[in-house]
């Protein structure tokens, strides 16, 4: 009550700061803490990324490819003490259809050192 007394009177403005606009979340859609990429399992690490007309295709350890519409795709870069090693890019699901991912990369020069064009 305090608050809603404190922030509805007239010409009160609320504090706002990072962590209360994403409602004490991490950032990530959904919330959650941030994902150690470090050794990512097989499902999750990259092996090869190939663009095709409207289609990225990312093989991932595990074998298994799979198929991404070009803008449903993202590709991100995180250097912090918890991103990925150099050379082992990470898959993380994004989207709450399955529809899209990320694809978090140790650095920006790796991004097109492992997309290839081929149809």
């Known amino acids: 009550m305090a608050f809603l007394k404190e922030t509805t009177k007239p010409g009160a403005v609320p504090k706002r700061t990072a ?6 979340k991490s950032g990530m859609m959904g919330g959650g803490r941030i994902p150690n990429l470090k050794n990512p399992d097989p499902a999750q690490h990259v092996t090869g990324i190939t663009h095709c007309r409207d ?5 991932t350890a595990d074998g298994k490819t799979r198929h991404f519409w070009e803008r449903n795709l993202r590709l991100k870069t995180d250097s912090s003490k ?3 090693q150099s050379g082992t890019p990470a898959l993380l699901p994004a989207g ?9 990369f140790a650095e920006p020069a790796e991004i097109s050192k492992m997309i290839e064009a081929r149809c």
């Open 96 to 104: 709450m259809m399955g529809d899209r991912a990320d694809v978090i």
């Open 82 to 84: 918890d991103g990925p």
């Open 55 to 59: 289609t990225y295709r990312v093989t």
């Open 19 to 24: 962590e209360n606009r994403m409602n004490g």
